[in-house]
C-alpha cells in the first residue's frame, strides 16, 4: 500500500497534474478578483455620476412645483414627480425638525427627523449667509448597498424654507451589481470548464500516448517482445515519433530474439548430438560387477568436462580406473575429454602400465592442444591382490575408507595436471588395502560447490556423508552424498562426478 502511495506521488503525471490544478486555481481566482475589482470601480462611479445626475434632475423638477405646505393638489403634484424616480417614501420638514408632510403618513420609518439630518439642513439652507458656498443639496451614498440618503431645501408658497428628506436606491445600479456576480460566476464556471477541456486535451495528447508507452515498455520487459504502441499516429509529433520509433526497435528486437532463439535451438540440438556422442566415450559397468562401482555423472551443461574410464585385461589381472577433469566447461571441456579418451584407449592397447599412460596423456595434451587447456586426473590400478596403486597428476585427492575401523587415507597429488608441460614424469603410489575396502574418486564440482549457509561444499562434508553411509551398497552411497549437495547447493558451478567401488576379494 505505501509502495502503491509514493509511485503515485513520485509519479511525473501525478506532480504536472497538481502543479497544474494549483496553477489554475491561482488563475481563476486572479482574474476573478481583477475582474471584480475593475466592475466594482466602474459602479462604484457608475453610482456616483447617477446619484448626482437624479439628485440635479428632481432639483429642477420641483423648483417649479409651489408646494402649500398641505396634502392639496400641489402636493400631489410633488408626490407623482418624485414617483417618476422611483422615490416612495420621503419627509417634508422645518428647521425645526418638524415633519410637515410625508409619504406615506408616518415617513420614512420616523415622525421626527434624527439629529445628524437637522445638522445637514444648516449646511445646505438658503436663509443662512453664505449661501454663494453652499450646496444646493446634501447627498450621503452608502456604497455598500448602493443607497442614498438625499436631503433637499425647498421653498412652499408663503416663500417658508423647509427640506425635503429622501432614501432610494438606484435600481440600474443594483441589476448591474446582480449581473456582475452572474458575469463573475459565468467566468468562474468557465475558467474551470477551460482549464478541465485543456486538462482532457492535454491528457490525450501527451499523457494518454505517454502512458500506452510505459505499458508497452513493461509487457516488452517481462518478455511480451509482441508489444507496440496502437494509438493513430496522426499527431506526426515528437511523440508520434517515439511511438514509430520504440515500434521499430521492438520489431528489431523480436527479429533478433527470433534468430537467437532459432541459433540456440540448432546449438542444444547440437549440444545433444555431442552429449550422445560422448556417452559413447564412456565404459559400461557389466564387466567390472565385483568392484560394485556407485557412480555419478551429472554435467553441468550437455556436455561435461569429466570423464572416467575403465580398463579390464584379465589375461594380466589388471584392471584400471582413470577419472579426469578437463579445465573450462562446455564444449571447449568436452573436446579435451574426447581427445583424452581417445588418446588414453589408443596408449592402453599398446602399454598397461599406469604411470606410463598418464606420462604418454600428459604429452598428447601439451603438444595437441593450446597451452591453456589441461587436465587433472587420477588413474587407480589394480593388479596384484592387497594393494592398489595410484597415480595422480593434479586431481583432488581420493581417498581410501576400511569400513571395519573407519580409517580413512588421502592419496596427494604426485605432479601437475595434465598438458602442462610435455616431459613431466608422475610417480606410481601404491597403498595395502584389504576386499571390502571402499575406493572414493571425484572431481573439483563435489567439494567446490559453494552452499547457501555461504562457503563451499568441502572435503569434509563429503567425508562425513560417506561415513555415516559406509554400511550402504556404493550406488546408495553416492545417491546420498548427492542428495546432501543437492539440499546445500546454491549454484553448480561445475560438473560433478562421483566414484565408489570396492576393493574386490
Do not use: C
Amino acid at each position: 500500500m505505501n509502495k502503491s502511495k509514493i509511485k503515485t506521488t513520485n509519479s511525473l503525471r501525478f506532480k504536472i497534474g497538481l502543479f497544474y490544478s494549483l496553477l489554475a486555481l491561482l488563475n481563476i481566482i486572479f482574474f476573478t478578483v481583477m475582474i471584480f475589482e475593475n466592475q466594482s470601480d466602474l459602479l462604484l462611479k457608475n453610482f456616483q455620476f447617477q446619484s448626482e445626475n437624479l439628485a440635479n434632475t428632481i432639483l429642477a423638477d420641483i423648483q417649479s412645483i409651489g408646494l402649500s405646505g398641505a396634502k392639496d393638489e400641489s402636493f400631489e403634484v410633488f408626490r407623482k414627480t418624485l414617483k417618476l424616480y422611483e422615490i416612495t417614501k420621503f419627509s417634508i420638514f422645518d428647521p425645526d425638525g418638524k415633519i410637515i408632510l410625508s409619504e406615506p403618513d408616518s415617513g420614512p420609518g420616523n415622525k421626527e427627523i434624527g439629529d445628524d439630518v437637522l445638522k445637514k439642513t444648516k449646511e445646505v439652507s438658503s436663509d443662512k449667509e453664505g449661501n454663494l458656498f453652499k450646496a444646493r443639496y446634501s447627498l450621503d451614498l452608502n456604497e455598500s448597498d448602493f443607497t442614498v440618503n438625499f436631503l433637499l431645501p425647498i421653498r412652499l408658497s408663503d416663500s417658508k424654507e423647509v427640506f425635503l428628506f429622501t432614501h432610494f436606491n438606484i435600481s440600474t445600479i443594483q441589476d448591474r451589481l446582480k449581473q456582475l456576480y452572474i458575469q463573475v460566476g459565468y467566468a468562474v464556471l468557465w475558467g474551470i470548464v477551460f482549464h478541465i477541456i485543456f486538462a482532457i486535451l492535454v491528457y490525450r495528447a501527451i499523457f494518454k500516448r505517454v502512458g500506452s508507452l510505459e505499458v508497452a515498455f513493461k509487457e516488452m520487459a517481462t518478455g511480451n517482445l509482441k508489444s507496440r504502441v496502437t494509438w493513430d499516429f496522426r499527431s506526426n509529433d515528437e511523440l508520434d515519433s517515439l511511438g514509430k520509433s520504440f515500434n521499430l526497435m521492438a520489431e528489431e528486437i523480436q527479429n533478433k530474439v527470433t534468430t537467437i532463439t532459432r541459433l540456440n535451438e540448432e546449438i542444444n540440438q547440437e549440444l545433444q548430438i555431442g552429449k550422445e556422442v560422448q556417452e559413447l566415450f564412456l565404459p559400461s559397468v557389466k564387466k567390472f560387477k565385483k568392484f560394485n562401482i556407485g557412480k555419478l555423472y551429472r554435467p553441468m551443461r550437455e556436455v561435461s568436462g569429466d570423464l572416467y574410464q575403465y580398463f579390464q585385461f584379465p589375461e594380466n589381472n589388471y584392471y584400471g580406473f582413470f577419472l579426469a577433469d578437463a579445465s573450462g566447461h562446455g564444449v571447449s571441456a568436452a573436446l579435451v575429454t574426447v581427445v583424452m579418451a581417445m588418446s588414453l584407449q589408443a596408449i592402453m592397447k599398446e602399454n598397461h602400465s599406469a604411470i606410463q599412460a598418464i606420462n604418454q596423456l600428459g604429452e598428447v595434451i601439451a603438444n595437441r592442444l593450446q597451452a591453456s587447456f589441461f587436465a587433472t586426473g587420477v588413474f587407480v590400478v589394480f593388479e596384484e591382490p592387497g594393494v592398489v596403486k595410484f597415480v595422480n597428476a593434479g586431481h583432488n585427492a581420493p581417498f581410501i575408507i576400511r569400513p571395519s575401523t573407519k580409517e580413512i587415507t588421502y592419496v596427494d597429488s604426485s605432479g601437475p595436471p595434465l598438458g602442462m608441460g610435455d616431459d613431466i614424469q608422475y610417480s606410481l603410489e601404491s597403498f595395502p588395502v584389504l576386499p571390502g575396502d571402499k575406493i572414493i574418486l571425484y572431481t573439483d564440482g563435489v567439494v567446490e560447490t559453494p552452499i547457501k549457509e555461504g562457503g563451499l561444499f568441502g572435503l569434509e562434508r563429503f567425508t562425513e556423508v560417506v561415513l555415516e553411509n559406509i554400511h550402504l551398497p556404493n550406488s546408495e552411497i553416492v545417491e546420498k552424498a548427492m542428495a546432501l549437495l543437492e539440499e546445500k547447493h546454491e549454484e553448480y558451478k561445475d560438473d560433478v562426478t562421483m566414484i565408489v567401488l570396492d576393493v574386490p576379494e
